[in-house]
C-alpha cells in the first residue's frame, strides 16, 4: 500500500524515482488493482507498514516465489537495503514458505528471476542480480537449469524486457533483447512476440 512516505520526498533522484509521486493517484490505483484481481477470484494480501522505503510497492523485486517456496531478495542500492527485512517479516506473517534469504556478497532482486517450470529458469544478472546470488540460487535448486543472461545497461531488470504471454510464449523488447537470449528462448521452443513500441515501452 503507498504510505505517507512519498508526503515527505524532497529529492526524488535520491530515493530513486523520477518524480515525486501523486500519493493519491498511487493510492487509486492500487485500489484499482485490488478489485480487479479480486473480481478474478484471487484473494489479495495488501501490506502496510510506516517504515516502508517508496520503493517497496514495486513487489516483484522483493521476493521470488519458487517451486520450493519464497527467496527473499538482498537488493543492492542503499535505499532499498531496508526492503529485504520488511519483507520477510511481512511473508513470514502471511506463513509463507521461505527458503532462502540472499545473503554473503550476494544481490538479487525477483523481478531478474522468471521461472518457465520447476526445472528451468531464466536469469538476469546486472548490478542489481550478480553470479554471487546465482550461484546460492543453484546450490538451493541442483536440479534446475538456470539460463544466465547478462542484462542491457537499459534494462533494469530481466523482467524488463521480456513478460510471459502463457506458458509457452513471451513478449519481448525487440532492441534491448541480448542475442543471446533469443537463442535461449528459441532452444526451449518459446514462441517469441517482438514489441518494437520504443515510446511507449520506455
Known sequence: WPEDVYKNIKDPNTELLLKKPDINELRAQCSDLIKTYENLGIHVHVLRHSDCTPNWIFQRDTFNSTPKGLVIARPASEQRKTEAVLQLQALAALKGPIVLTIHNNGVFEGADLLWLNSQ????????????????????????????????????????????????SRIGVWTSQLPKLARKILNKLNIEIIDINHEDEIS
Do not use: C, K, W, Y
Request: proline share 4%; aromatic share 6%; glycine share 6%.
Open 120 to 167: 528451468t529458469a531464466l536469469i538476469g544478472t546486472s548490478n542489481r542480480t550478480n553470479t554471487d546470488a546465482l550461484v546460492q540460487l543453484r546450490a538451493l535448486f541442483p536440479e534446475v537449469t538456470f539460463h544466465e543472461i547478462s542484462l542491457p545497461q537499459r534494462a533494469q531488470h530481466l523482467l524488463g524486457i521480456m513478460n510471459f504471454l502463457g506458458t
